[in-house]
């Protein structure tokens, strides 16, 4: 049988445990009150617009309500997918801005390259390019403005050869306004673009048969 005074000891340790409980119940209401009250102060500035000074990403892409990605920004940018899944090389890597059609199939673009350091601004079909205007890197400012299909091409032209509009076909430039005679540097570098890719024709797709003769027959 157990004594007055340790009946007196088992109800205050009871009372003890008890004010310990509901201490710690006090302190779970507390932090969930100021949870729930968090956050709907943040969903609630959500629906506001946020302002930034800075956002760093390596891509940011926008989908439309079908989740298909309509623009896409990015400091590498894939290849292109054009229609019936081709994959068109970029033939080097390449930065800036994308968009695609409802179909998520690339439709141009703004970007920079990395090799050669060019800027252009491209405009596709479904299945190729078509459209193309781009700017060189270097103080010689050389910069072009070509349209094409695949039964023939118009070209604007600046660059140390001269400024010059020509007009080509499947089997290269057959007129040029005005027509101009390659500078030694760049017939030096026709010479080795056809010795590297034979019977392509590269000399007579941006410069007149009567050009290309002077340069690689000297005459």
Known sequence: MTTLEQRIQACEESNERLRKQLARQRSMWLFTTFLVAGGGAIAGGSLKQASFDSISAREIAVVDSKGVIRARLSGDLPDAVMANGHVAKRGSKAAGVMLYDEQGIERGGYVTQDEGSNVMLTL????????LFVAGPDDSQASALRLWS???????????????????D?????????????????CTDYKKLEQQYPGKGVCRSRFTEAACKVCMDGR
């Open 124 to 131: 596709d079909s479904k299945y190729r390019q078509s459209t």
């Open 150 to 168: 695949p039964v023939g091409s118009v070209e604007l032209r600046s660059d140390t050869n001269g400024a010059r509009l020509s007009f080509a």
């Open 170 to 186: 499947k089997n290269g430039v057959h007129l040029q306004q005005p027509a101009v005679s390659m500078t030694p540097d760049t």
